[in-house]
């Protein structure tokens, strides 16, 4: 069996070396040359513990290379990134492109599955597009949706032990695609229709960020009512069928930020707590910032003279350098624009130099500013002291004051 990932990026090459790691011969193809360059030299051009080790094992052994174009295989894979343009209109055409790629190469039996997060439908229409262009190959292959669901920072584990979710154009294509699967997943292999799949990916994370939007929107009520959020939901916590998670100031990443909206650009009718959902976790990025500009108006007023503040981390979750759609950096970016000569200092313990920002050790800004924002619960921060000395405006909970 050889197979074709189309698509070397956070998830593609990672699949694509597991599933050398487990015997199958593999072809991980990126239209950018330096990924292609990088990946056959043995290095990794994303973060991913553990990963480089076993690219240089499936380089070794000779199950895996890395190439610009695609050549003929038994089973192609499309795992390239779907963003949104405009007006949070899902952009389907890297999927399309990387599909026109392969069309050539398709041959009867093969197996051509889509992994890239995509909007309902997708599916279908690719299938369509495959047999306008191949009309010979009609039912003569098996074409399928399968969502992937690994946590950045724990890829190796969850893509071999999570259960996934697999649903074909028609039985077969289900079938072919759960056996693919099969050799390098231990999780449960489930089978559905492709329009399920493709709804079922976008539900999750979209069921992430209505929860997360729901404990965004009790810290919004908790600040009036003068309650403090944290004891507030740990309390609730205790009922046995409430698991409330955690506000913050905002909700970032490439996934959870991004997928609701194919929800809601294609339902807008129906998707009525979802858009909210997005609203509220962008609202309360919104809502840190006008805080921080408050906090620091306040103390000239009071001290006649422009505080020192320290925004505390950049990165879009605790303990990663990953900055996409981050909350933390935006906030930073408009209160560094609204800085009126105030001293602003940039915390990100995960970096070592960022191009647009300077960047201050997090204890030397601790203790040099009279405002300190905390904006992403990195453990580092965990460490420093409460100071009754410093205005402490704590949106991730690192206190829980
Ligand atoms: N966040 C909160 N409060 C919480 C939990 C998270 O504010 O209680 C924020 C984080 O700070 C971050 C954002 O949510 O800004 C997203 O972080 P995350 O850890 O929830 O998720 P991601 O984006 O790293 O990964 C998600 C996962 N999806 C779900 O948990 C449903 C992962 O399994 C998916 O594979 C991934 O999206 C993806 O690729 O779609």
New binding site residues.
């Given amino acids: 069996m050889k197979a074709c990932f189309m698509g070397l990026g956070y ?1 593609g090459l990672p699949t694509a070396i597991i599933a050398a790691k487990h015997g199958l011969d593999v072809i991980g193809v990126d239209i950018n040359s330096k990924v292609v360059e990088q990946t056959l030299s043995g290095h990794l051009h994303i973060v991913e513990p553990g990963l480089e080790g076993l690219l240089q094992e499936v380089l070794a052994e000779g199950h895996f290379t890395a190439l610009s174009h695609p050549v003929e295989c038994d089973a192609y894979f499309i795992v390239v990134p779907t963003p949104f343009k405009g007006d949070h209109q899902p952009d389907i055409s890297y999927v399309k492109n990387a599909t026109s790629m392969v069309l050539p190469l398709l041959k009867e039996g093969d197996l051509f599955v889509i992994e890239s ?1 995509s909007p309902v439908g997708t599916t279908e229409l690719i299938t369509d597009f495959i047999f306008q262009n191949r009309p010979e190959l009609k039912d003569k292959i098996y074409i399928a949706y399968c969502p ?5 920072g724990n890829v190796i584990y969850e893509l071999v032990n999570n259960d996934r979710v697999i649903g074909g154009i028609n039985e077969e294509s289900t079938t072919h695609a759960i056996d693919f699967y099969s050799h390098f997943v231990k999780g449960q292999l489930h089978r559905t229709n492709a329009r399920t799949a493709e709804l079922c ?1 976008l539900t ?2 979209s ?2 960020d209505v929860q ?1 939007a729901f ?2 929107e009790l810290s919004l009520i908790c600040e009036q009512a003068n309650i403090n959020v944290w004891d507030l939901i740990e309390l609730a916590n205790k009922h046995p069928r409430v698991n409330i ?4 100031c ?8 991004v ?1 609701p909206y194919f929800i809601t650009a294609a339902y807008p009718k129906q998707a009525k707590i979802i858009a909210a959902a997005r609203e509220i976790n962008n609202y309360k990025a919104q809502w840190c910032a006008e805080r921080v500009k408050n906090a620091m108006l306040e103390f000239e007023l009071k001290n006649s003279r422009k505080p020192v503040v320290a925004m505390m981390g950049l990165a ?3 303990n990663i350098d990953d900055m996409r759609e981050s ?1 933390s950096k935006r906030i930073t970016t408009e209160v560094l624009q609204s800085k009126n000569n105030a001293d602003i200092l940039v915390v990100e313990p995960n970096i070592k130099e960022h191009n647009v920002f300077k960047l201050t050790p997090y204890i030397e800004a601790y203790e040099r500013a009279d405002i300190v924002v905390f904006l992403t619960a990195h453990n580092e921060f965990k460490e420093l002291k409460w100071s009754d000395d410093k205005i402490i405006l704590d949106f991730c909970g690192i206190f829980k004051k």
């Avoid at 998670?245 to 913050?248: A, F, I, T, V, Y």
């Avoid at 905002?250 to 930020?257: L, R």
């Fill in positions: 998830i997060t992937e669901r690994v946590l950045p990916k999750e994370n069921s992430r997360i404990a965004n998670l955690q506000p913050g905002g909700v970032g990443g490439h996934c959870i930020a997928d879009f979750k605790p909350p």
